[in-house]
């Protein structure tokens, strides 16, 4: 029963989050990302800490070796979660999170640039095809550049979410470092912490006073973002890897259900075939890493915060 539990736990954590993108999305309108940030991290903060006290960690979960590793993590984690809720702005639901999925790709690429990490012939054929479908995903946003089309908004929108991937992906790459001399708590809070505390810096570009409806959704989604972070982790615990990961990518079903009855968002047959060479490529690389062993037993318990 146990992978059972583990399989239900990072389904909760992946509809948490999207939950979470769409509150957010659903005030994009009016509210800058920066500000969304804020609202995010802060009020994540309260849940984070009661998870902390509910195992004890209150104390010696949040102690670091070297608090300048979760300086720099935090950085490139919270440049990653900003471009990704500019992107919601941009673009539909779906595409934001089908582009997402870039992460994990461009994590193996990166990981074998700074970490010295072998990258054999399978999973390299895999992260291809995987970014080959990303290309089909962003191809009819980027010809906009080129046409001068007056979608040239959503075209923006595709290269900052694809940067943002990148971001979460240099992040996963400090943390396969960090995991092996820090807490995952401490991890888990300190990133939680500067995200709020670079928030603030947005504050000179304009953020504006949300209305009662807006602030009640984006205390929400800092709610959500703290409780899928818990989720996730809490998941890590029952079971490996390569069991639970592939469950990530059932993200973009509730995606499009999200933003089809919600947003009024109709999915391309385009973004469909792209985002399925994503996933495909995903599901290889996880089922090809858990046949190998290739699972890091500290790095189960962590994973980026989405945003």
Request: charged share 15%.
């Amino acid at each position: 029963m146990q992978p059972f539990r583990a399989i239900l736990l990072k389904i909760a954590s992946v509809t948490t989050f999207l939950l979470m993108s769409s509150l957010i999305k659903a005030t994009s309108t009016h509210v800058p990302p920066g500000e969304a940030v804020f609202f995010r991290s802060f009020f994540a903060l309260p849940v984070t800490l009661i998870w902390l006290w509910s195992r004890k960690e209150l104390r010696t979960g949040l102690k670091t070796s070297d608090p300048m590793k979760h300086v720099w993590r935090g950085l490139v984690g919270t440049l990653a979660m900003g471009l990704g809720f500019t992107g919601l702005g941009l673009l539909p639901l779906p595409e934001v999170t089908a582009i997402g999925y870039a992460a994990p790709l461009l994590t193996v690429i990166f990981a074998a640039m700074f970490l010295g990490e072998q990258v054999k012939l399978f999973r390299l054929s895999a992260v291809a095809l995987g970014l080959v479908g990303v290309l089909i995903v962003l191809s009819p946003r980027l010809e906009a550049f080129s046409n001068s089309s007056m979608h040239s908004r959503e075209a923006l929108g595709a290269v900052v979410v694809l940067m943002g991937a990148g971001c979460a992906a240099l992040a996963q790459v400090f943390i396969r470092k960090m995991v092996f001399t820090e807490r995952t708590s401490a991890i888990v809070f300190y990133f939680t912490l500067t995200s709020t505390m670079l928030s603030l810096l947005t504050i000179p570009f304009g953020w504006v006073i949300p209305a009662p409806r807006e602030a009640i959704l984006l205390i929400l989604a800092g709610v959500f973002g703290g409780l899928g972070q818990i989720l996730l982790t809490s998941s890590y615990r029952f079971a490996d890897v390569s069991v639970i990961a592939p469950f990530e990518y059932v993200s973009i079903i509730f995606a499009l259900g999200i933003g089809y009855f919600v947003f009024n968002e109709t999915p391309t047959l385009v973004m469909l075939i792209g985002a399925a060479l994503v996933v495909a490529a995903g599901v290889l690389i996880i089922w090809r890493e858990g046949k190998l062993g290739l699972e890091r037993s500290k790095q189960r318990k962590v994973m980026t915060p989405h945003g």
